[in-house]
């Protein structure tokens, strides 16, 4: 039997220094366009390593710490758990605590999906991808990211 997720995850904003966001449409849910999340893969993994380990997962993009650089925003959001992903955690755990992160990448970067996870990936003007995310919280960070540059 497969653990269940731990409800502390990180979200992590992709984009270019002209403010290009990159978006990646869910396996499964077509139509639902997200940046890199994922939870923790133990209680004490520490945040940089879970978005560290996400992004490559998700994306194929390493943050060397040198030239790709995640940073840490500091602002964390606590939100609903979709009904139809409750399975995946504990019995009665209904909410999750997300951890904004963000990454600048250079334009052109290669994106490698899992396919497991997601289908297609897309860039856009930040505005637009905000629009284009079916989660709230994320379609916020999206709107943020001038003030985090």
């Known amino acids: 039997m497969k653990p ?9 904003v992709i984009h270019t220094a002209d403010l290009e966001v990159l978006l990646i449409e869910r396996a499964g849910n077509p139509g639902y366009w997200q940046s890199v999340t994922g939870s923790k893969d133990a209680l ?7 978005a560290t380990r996400e992004l490559f997962e998700e994306t194929g993009i390493v943050a060397d710490g040198k030239t790709i650089v995640l940073r840490d ?3 964390q959001n606590i939100y609903e ?3 139809v992903w409750r ?9 999750n605590l997300e951890h904004i992160f963000s990454v600048q990448v250079p334009r ?35 709107l943020q990211l ?4």
Not at 44 to 50: K, M
């Open 4 to 12: 269940y997720k731990i409800p502390e995850s990180v979200l992590v």
């Open 44 to 50: 004490d993994e520490p945040l940089l390593t879970t």
């Open 73 to 75: 925003w500091g602002l």
């Open 81 to 83: 758990i979709y009904p």
């Open 87 to 95: 399975h995946r955690y504990e019995p009665g755990v209904t909410h």
């Open 108 to 142: 052109g970067i290669p994106v490698m999906l899992s396919p497991r996870e997601h289908t297609a990936h897309v860039w856009l003007p930040y505005l637009e991808a905000a629009d284009r995310c079916f989660s709230p919280s994320n379609a916020e960070a999206i």
């Open 146 to 149: 001038p003030q985090h540059l």
